[in-house]
């Protein structure tokens, strides 16, 4: 069975939920994985575990597939999912911290991705290993962020959804969405040290 070609995520996801159709899921992971991972990393810190989280995110949409809305966006239903995933995570996370005694992370479990070799973009190799120093201190600093500025910053400025979009995910007033961007970008800016840019 073949899905039709400019099937929106919407129609997709009906088919997942009235049939089961294993066809029209795996389409649904095809489009929506990597953004998903890209998320999870970017709120917890590592790339490993975001990965696991994907997963964990996709098996939770097929087996709640009755849950979506017909008349919902899938992707606030999917992002929304993901990001409860990635609070759940940090969470538990600050728990095994607090009763971790000697860890070589601090308990944090945080692990960046590797960086030993610069990515090819026709950079010189010193404005390369610049540019990704000046990436790790940003990455660094959103990490830094409390849970709830991180996740608004995240959605907003590396996902690119907007603030009525983000409210909807998050199950919050769009103004709250908009006062947490401003604290956060405030926060951030001062925690990224100008010498660094």
Known sequence: MKL???????????????AADAVAFAELVRRWEKPIQRLCARMTGDVHRAEDLSQEAFTRVFSRRQ???????????????????????????????EVAL????????????????????????????????????VRRAVLSLPEHYRAVVVLRHYEGLRFAEIAEVLGIPEGTVKSRMAEGLSQLAGRIRPENF
Not at 4 to 18: K, L, N, T
Not at 73 to 95: G, K, M, P, Q, Y
């Open 67 to 97: 849950d979506f809305v017909s008349t919902a966006r899938f992707s606030t239903w999917l992002w929304r999912i993901a990001v409860n995933l990635c609070h759940d995570e940090l969470r538990r996370r600050h728990r095994r911290a």
């Open 102 to 137: 000697d860890t070589d992370d601090g308990g944090s479990g945080e692990t960046s991705p590797r960086r030993d070799e610069p990515a090819a973009t026709g950079q010189a190799p010193d404005e390369s290993l610049h540019s990704l120093e000046r990436a790790e201190w």
């Open 4 to 18: 039709p070609f400019q099937a929106s995520d919407e129609q997709v996801m009906w088919r997942v939920q009235a």
